[in-house]
């Protein structure tokens, strides 16, 4: 059975730092890896979605890695901004589409 | 990406009562998925609605207590039956394949009394 699980359960920061987020799964055969954000009281919002033949993807200052064989995602987040303030999730898909999450990163990011 | 709206936002029931939530995409869609996450929780997987067919559930979930529909490509229905405290959670339905990124609604807020 899949598990998936993230580390830190929160982080606060002070505005402009670099972090990495960290991601780990049990069972390596997935499909891929999909990072996602969660404002409070909110819907998710896709932030990257990294196939199993591919190693990292970037968008703006997210750069999300991936290491199948280990079990491990991180998602590393250049020059940080309050805006960037919310709950980072992960997810696996194994098959048929189906997503196991992660419990999440709760970030904030102090001015 | 699919733009996909969530009926009622927010909702407060009875116990005992029952509460439809209704999903549209603005575009067909192969797969549909409803999702539960409890306060405080991470997202639990309800059952992957496809048209055409009965919903599949996971594990812990019953057809009974969660009724889905899926008339057509672009609409879907999860009922949470039967209503206790338990049901209070934020319910989301996504669209997306195997290949291509999942994409949420905004979810709907139920609590209740």
């Known amino acids: 059975k899949q598990e998936v699980t993230q580390i830190p359960a929160a982080l606060s920061v002070p505005e402009g730092e670099n972090l990495v987020l960290n991601c780990s799964f049990t069972?390596?055969?997935?499909?891929?890896l999909q990072w996602f954000r969660q404002d409070p009281g909110k819907g998710l919002t896709s932030l990257l979605l990294?196939?199993?033949?591919?190693r990292e993807q970037t968008s703006g200052r997210l750069n999300a890695s991936l290491d199948k064989s280990s079990g491990r995602s991180t998602l590393y987040i250049a020059a940080s901004q309050p805006g960037d303030s919310a709950t980072y999730l992960c997810a696996v898909n194994n098959q048929g589409g189906k997503l196991i999450f992660g419990q999440g990163t709760e970030l904030s990011v102090k001015p | 990406s699919a733009v996909i709206s969530q009926k009622p936002s927010r909702d407060i029931c009875q116990r005992g009562t029952s509460l439809t939530i209704q999903c549209q995409v603005d575009?067909?869609?192969?797969?549909m998925f409803w999702y539960r996450q409890q306060p405080g929780q991470s997202l639990t997987l309800i059952a992957t609605?496809?048209?055409?067919?009965?919903?599949?559930?996971e594990s812990g979930f019953v057809i009974d207590k969660f009724p889905i529909s899926r008339p057509n490509l672009t609409f879907s229905t999860l009922t949470v039956s039967n209503l206790s405290p338990e049901d209070s959670s934020i319910y989301l339905c996504?669209?997306?394949?195997?290949?291509?990124?999942?994409?949420f609604g905004d979810g709907t807020r139920l609590s209740i009394l």
């Open positions: 575009s067909q869609v192969t797969m």
């Open positions: 990294i196939q199993s033949s591919q």
């Open positions: 609605a496809n048209q055409g067919s009965e919903a599949t559930y």
């Open positions: 069972d390596s055969a997935i499909y891929n």
């Open positions: 996504s669209v997306g394949g195997d290949g291509q990124p999942q994409h």
